[in-house]
């Protein structure tokens, strides 16, 4: 059973360009949560996700992100005009369901650098 | 407000000492969940362990034991007898019921290096 795949895992941007960045789930699960991780810190959460519906963004900067996870395919959290500041490692997680004792399962992360 | 602290920044030893990682957490929910991820150097995070908060009780698992103390609001983890495989950053997160789903907190990470 294939874990929680994210791709591309390293991803390089010039300020101003926009970074897509894809997270399919494990099988079976319809729940993906997005989290950033700045040098040296811990993960920070970002956006909450179920098929065709965000629950809650409210980790989200208000400005040049949006996050979706489609009825097909995989979830995409895309950052527009992006600036040095982006320059993070972004992980998905994947959980079965929506309750509090759902084990979230985290990909390897995409590490963006913005130059 | 809710928060975790990891104190630690970076703790080495030499294989086959015992180690300890502290975590102490803030909440104002009663009902929360406390977790311990490990994240190689790989990048990826591995689940460790989840407690919810009427469950005391420490727990162990192989070389792995943790103890959660609500008095002190602390849930720390200790490495029985290192390996150099334990080298890794460990993350402690929080989870409140109140949120109405898993909505991690994570503390800043401790990096563990076990030396041969």
């Known amino acids: 059973n294939a874990g929680v795949m994210q791709n591309p895992r390293h991803l390089v941007r010039r300020r101003g360009q926009e970074a897509r960045l894809r997270c399919s789930p494990m099988?079976?699960?319809?729940?993906v949560y997005w989290y950033r991780q700045l040098p040296e810190e811990g993960l920070k959460f970002m956006v909450y996700?179920?098929?065709?519906?965000?629950?809650?963004e409210s980790g989200m900067p208000k400005e040049r992100f949006s996050a979706e996870f489609p009825k097909e395919g995989p979830s995409i959290l895309r950052i527009q005009q992006v600036v040095r500041g982006d320059s993070a490692a972004y992980f998905c997680?994947?959980?079965?369901?929506?309750?509090?004792?759902?084990?979230?399962?985290f990909g390897p992360g995409t590490r963006l650098t913005v130059l | 407000a809710q928060k975790v602290t990891q104190a630690q920044t970076e703790i080495s030893v030499v294989e086959k000492e015992d180690v300890t990682l502290d975590c102490v957490y803030e909440?104002?929910?009663?009902?929360?969940?406390l977790f311990w991820y490990k994240q190689p150097p790989s990048g990826e995070l591995v689940f460790l362990i989840r407690r919810n908060s009427f469950d005391e009780q420490n727990e162990i698992s192989g070389r792995y034991s943790w103890n959660f103390q609500k008095s002190t609001s602390s849930f720390n983890f200790t490495i029985t007898a290192s390996q150099v495989v334990d080298s890794a950053v460990y993350f402690c997160a929080l989870s409140e019921a109140g949120t109405g789903f898993q909505k991690l907190v994570f503390g800043t990470g401790t990096r563990l290096l076990v030396s041969p």
């Open positions: 909440t104002r929910d009663t009902t929360y969940y």
């Open positions: 997680a994947s959980s079965q369901g929506s309750g509090l004792t759902d084990t979230q399962y």
């Open positions: 099988k079976g699960h319809s729940h």
């Open positions: 996700l179920q098929k065709e519906n965000i629950i809650d």
